[in-house]
């Protein structure tokens, strides 16, 4: 178990992200249509014009143009039957992505009382991860902190440490693993920290939606998501009234940025994965414009 935590975590290594429900809606009562109408002017009201995938597929083709060779788009909402997906099976390195994973085994484990979220860990100097974003490997060994607060900062700082004790210690991945299959996640490898976008997808949408765990804790995972510290791509360009659940990933030549968007009626899975990035800046800003494009594209 110890070997394959550290090939986890190895991978983990690459992470460059660097240090760091809202009120009920009055039913809409639909006046009768008056005796005359013109059908050219009614017809647009009655019905609304139906998302096209492949409408979506070329303006997210036409955005990244030759930015990038080897990239992953997948949009799915979650109100609809609608999708639209560019290479949305393909194996990608999970980089931090997959830390979403130890959150819901962790969550799950909880609600079976199988783990205790105010259980107090007390870190030792070997379990310290020197690389990567958090803060916890700047502290002095010793320190205490309950499993709560290490989901919180391994979700919202992306903090290497606190998902190493996770999944050594409080959840093993050989459990986390079982756990993502039963899922019906068919290309998420825990040790070798490999995901899809449709694996993501899956996982998200049960997290958020209360499938994984009881509504409270739901809210808690919910949060974390919400409050990350790396809000640089997926929520850049997006309207204040949107929120943005999510995770980023960071490995050498690759960004991602995978999450749930709602914002009133809007409620989708927009998820971003790459492999051949080389101007990390850029990559940022493209990022946040494909995501413009499908929340506009959703909302409309």
């Known amino acids: 178990m110890k070997k394959s935590v550290h090939t986890l975590l190895f991978s983990l290594a690459l992470v460059g992200t660097g240090y760091l429900l809202g009120r009920q809606e009055r039913p809409i009562v639909i006046s009768p249509l008056p005796i005359k109408i013109t059908p050219s002017a009614s017809l647009p009201i009655l019905f609304a014009k139906k998302k096209d995938p492949a409408d979506l597929q070329k303006r997210v083709q036409e955005t990244i143009g030759d930015q990038w060779k080897n990239y992953s788009v997948y949009v799915k909402d979650l109100a609809s039957d609608f999708e639209m997906g560019v290479n949305d099976r393909v194996i990608y390195e999970a980089a931090s992505v997959n830390k979403l994973a130890i959150l819901a085994a962790l969550y799950h484990e909880v609600q079976q009382g199988k783990a205790d979220l105010d259980k107090q860990v007390t870190i030792q100097s070997e379990d310290m991860q020197g690389y990567g974003s958090g803060t916890l490997r700047y502290e002095e060994p010793g320190n205490a902190y309950s499993v709560k607060t290490l989901a919180r900062l391994m979700m919202q700082q992306s903090d290497n440490t606190a ?23 068919t290309q998420t490898d825990m040790v070798n920290n490999k995901t899809s976008n449709r694996d993501m997808a899956i996982l998200l949408t049960k997290i958020t939606n209360g499938t994984i765990a009881n509504p409270a804790h739901t809210q808690e995972m919910r949060a974390f998501l919400k409050e990350s510290a790396f809000e640089d791509r997926l929520p850049t360009l997006l309207r204040k009234t949107a929120t943005v659940y999510h995770k980023t990933g960071d490995a050498v030549g690759s960004l991602h940025d995978v999450g ?8 989708y899975y927009i998820g971003i994965l790459t492999s051949d990035v080389t101007d990390e800046n850029q990559a940022k800003q493209l990022m946040g414009k494909l995501s413009k494009i499908v929340y506009d594209y959703i909302r409309r």
Do not use: C, F, K, R
Request: charge should be negative; charged fraction near 10%; proline fraction near 3%.
């Open 163 to 185: 998902a190493y004790i996770l999944s050594a210690y409080i959840v093993p991945l050989d459990t986390i693993q079982q756990l993502v299959n039963s899922w019906g996640l």
């Open 260 to 267: 749930v968007v709602e914002d009133g009626n809007v409620h």
